[in-house]
């Protein structure tokens, strides 16, 4: 699979997701078998590029190729200079991001709700797309269904962006409307698909390797994309990869594996956000890691009281010892928790955060 000149490894991509896809979470899902990753959303709004957090999501020291960067925003001028700031911070692809529900930049709604005005959509994809020409750099569009379920402008969509020279489109099956509710759909993913040359990546509910084969078939989508099945269980990719190739499961990963795998994200997320930012911040993942294992709570309730990493790691450390005396694998999730939590607490408050910021 291709986006512009790059070669991607496989077709099993993971998704953007602000306050978690970070560095460390990208290069991990990579090393564990995704293709390609899309970096956190990196705003517009050039009064906002000197703050740490949009620095360090600028920041692609080690990142392998196709470093790929999204931006959001609401004015076509702004979405272009954003798109050149990330190239010459290391951006090798330009995501634009019209498939967040929640997201004001400027006190207008961006994201998804960009859907709603297709003209400024257009304008939007033209200015950003121009911009990138110049440096050889493919622009790439994610998006939802459409704006609610009377109007599902995918389709028309997609068209106009693959006439303006977007060169891949993800859908994230649903309405803006819907936010997180309900169940992704994946026939309008399909009619995307239908509609289009270019690759199209189907995204929304998959948190299984039978999903991920489903998806593919019942939409003919190129590629498949990932996000709250990979929270904490960053080894998904390589999962759907060995069913994809051999129609059998991988064994769960050793207890033992992913007590290192965790502990190697810690330090790496530590050396971006330093012991302070990083200690708090860490403890979303490592609530992920540890979701529906036994006495994973209590483990919770501590580790939200503890302010070093020192700490930190050993209580982790500590946790996967006292489980690998009982199992040497890890317990099989099940499949409907991969993507119930994340439409509550994590989500929300992650969201809003977002938005005060901006
Ligand atoms: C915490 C969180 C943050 C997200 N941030 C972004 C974002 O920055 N840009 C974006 O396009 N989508 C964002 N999304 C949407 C995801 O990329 C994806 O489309 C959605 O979660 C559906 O896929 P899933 O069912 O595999 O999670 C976010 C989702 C979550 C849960």
């Not at 600028?58 to 470093?67: C, Q, R, T």
């Not at 309405?175 to 239908?194: D, F, L, N, P, W």
């Not at 059998?248 to 050396?271: F, G, I, N, S």
Request: net charge neutral; charged share 25%; proline share 4%.
């Amino acid at each position: 699979m291709n986006i512009g000149p790059f070669t991607l490894a496989n077709n099993l991509f993971a998704a953007p997701m602000a306050g978690v896809t970070d560095r460390p979470f990208r290069q991990l899902c990579r090393t564990l078998g995704a293709g390609y990753a899309v970096s956190e959303m990196v705003t517009s709004r050039k009064d906002l590029w000197n703050t740490l957090k949009t620095s360090r999501r600028a920041n692609h020291d080690g990142e392998a190729a196709p470093i790929a960067v999204q931006i959001a925003g609401t004015d076509a001028a702004m979405m272009a200079e954003a798109a050149a700031y990330n190239i010459d911070r290391g951006a090798q692809i330009i995501d634009i991001n019209m498939g967040c529900p929640a997201k004001k930049v400027c006190n207008k709604w961006a994201g998804s709700a960009l859907m709603q005005d297709e003209p400024l959509a257009l304008q939007i994809i033209e200015a950003v797309v121009s911009a990138c020409a110049p440096h050889n750099v493919p622009v790439t569009l994610k998006m939802r269904t459409g704006w609610s379920q009377s109007h599902k402008n995918a389709v028309t969509i997609a068209r106009a962006a693959e006439n303006a020279g977007v060169q891949m489109l993800t859908v994230h099956g649903r309405t803006r409307e819907q936010g997180y509710k309900g169940h992704a759909e994946y026939a309008t993913i399909a009619a995307v698909k239908a509609a289009v040359r270019i690759p199209v990546v189907a995204n929304g509910d998959i948190n299984t390797p039978e999903k991920a084969r489903e998806v593919l078939a019942c939409t003919g989508a190129d590629a498949v994309m990932i996000g709250r099945a990979a929270q904490g269980r960053p080894w998904i990719f390589r999962e759907i990869a060995h069913f994809m190739a051999t129609g059998t499961h991988l064994a769960p990963p050793l207890v033992a594996e992913v007590k290192r795998l965790l502990l190697d994200h810690l330090q790496d997320h530590y050396a971006l956000y330093g012991e302070f930012s990083g200690v708090r911040t860490a403890r979303k993942h490592i609530g992920w890691y540890v979701k529906s294992l036994p006495q994973a709570e209590a483990f919770r309730d501590r580790m939200n009281q503890m302010e070093d990493c020192g700490h930190q790691m050993q209580a982790v450390a500590d946790f996967f010892d006292a489980l690998a005396v009982h199992t040497d694998r890890m317990p099989l999730a099940r499949p409907d928790t991969l993507l119930a939590e994340a439409e509550g607490r994590e989500r929300t408050e992650e969201m809003e955060k977002e938005e005060k910021e901006a």
